[in-house]
């Protein structure tokens, strides 16, 4: 499957392109990007570019996958969002994430991407449930999730990141249907 391009009221989610490198290069190198999710300082455009091209990859391979995000007004690439579905198997089930420039913080971008990301997991994909996987140390990201109905049902270590436990937020179905 072909990752779709989806618009909410101020976003557009669309697939990653080669001319967001640079810019998605700087939303990975923002520190506070950098403490949320445990990147390295030295973070370059040869990793940047590995980590857009398997966004790609995943949309083509499972139908799921992050989208690029974008301002509708302006064309300005703020981060990604969507549907991650890895290997791994300890890993509780598809995941909806989001990472964004702090430039863009506090603006609802997180959790208006979210939603949609969501919404598309259930009408589209008909999942079942969808699961955020959020460090403890993360309250911005718990904040988002919570205003998208998920609840945490456990922390537990996960192989891709052996060192410390993850907060595992989870959202079924029926009760992301039944608001509307």
């Known amino acids: 499957m072909t990752c779709p ?14 001319d967001d490198l640079g810019p998605f290069t700087e939303v990975l190198r923002a520190e506070p990007v950098r403490a949320a999710l445990n990147i390295p300082a030295d973070i370059g ?80 994909l008909l999942l ?11 309250h911005r990201s718990q904040a988002v999730a919570r205003r998208l109905g998920f609840t945490l049902i456990e922390e537990r270590v996960l192989s891709f990141f052996p060192a410390r436990a993850h907060g595992i937020w989870h959202l079924p179905a029926d009760s992301w249907l039944a608001k509307d």
């Open 128 to 138: 079942p449930e969808v699961f955020s996987v959020i460090a403890p140390t993360n």
């Open 45 to 124: 455009p040869g990793r940047v570019f590995s980590e857009m091209a398997a966004w790609v990859g995943q949309w083509e391979l499972r139908g799921t996958g992050h989208w690029a995000v974008e301002e509708r007004a302006t064309g300005t690439l703020v981060g990604r969002a969507g549907l991650h579905r890895p290997g791994w198997e300890d890993w509780p089930g598809v995941e909806v994430g989001w990472t964004l420039h702090p430039d863009h913080w506090g603006k609802g971008y997180a959790t208006e991407a979210g939603a949609q990301a969501v919404t598309y997991a259930f009408s589209t």
């Open 5 to 18: 391009t989806l618009t909410t009221d101020r976003l557009v989610l669309r697939p990653f392109r080669d």
